[in-house]
């Protein structure tokens, strides 16, 4: 579908019309429209650690779907949110290895979970933006405005996020289980990639001692 309209994540609230849940709001680039999307607490949650930047002491269920695809290669490159039905919103995610692209369906929130961990464009239809959007008077345009442009001045810096010269951010080490961390240094010691052995061997030391921990 060529039409896709564009969107970004403008934050979360507490949901108006459901009590115990949220509302993820999604805006049109470069126009005025916004859609509310339902989702419970768990879900928002989810969204509220990778909408702050904050790194968990253990991966997530979502920065482990996200580590696992990286180990094996595999990129998101978009999510669509291609259908509204009785008051649900259903997005497929597509993948690609670089050979096979792939299409899988998925909850919403889970999807823009994932996007926000990888940097990747969210799109919908002009029929569900038209079915669902709403209209914010001109101040709040600008203001939001503002707001995103102050987020980008401040946008984290390279140690928080690799390269963003594309949409998908490479795997964060810090993610990576105890295992992975450990294949992952014997590769570069192997390869003789002793300066980012050394930063591994940080993680790795610091992940051992946090699982020590737990035990």
Known sequence: MDNKISLH?????????????YA??????????????IIGAAEAQAIAVALEGIRTPRPLTHDLFVSFAHAFGVKLKEVFIYRFEDGIFSSELT??????VVKIDAR????????????TPIYTTPE???????????????????DNADNENNAPDADTYSDRDDYHAEPRPENFTIEELERTLAALIDSEDYEEAARISEILARKKGESDKTE
Do not use: H, K, M
């Open 9 to 21: 994540i403008l934050g979360l609230s507490y949901s108006q019309l459901q009590a115990g849940a």
């Open 24 to 37: 993820l709001i999604l805006a049109e680039n470069n126009g005025p429209r916004r859609i509310p999307v």
């Open 95 to 100: 993948f690609s290895d670089g050979d096979r």
């Open 108 to 119: 919403t929130s889970d999807a823009i979970s994932i996007a926000l961990r990888t940097n």
């Open 128 to 146: 569900i933006l038209e079915q669902t959007g709403f209209i914010i008077d001109e101040s709040e345009l600008e203001r939001d405005n503002a």
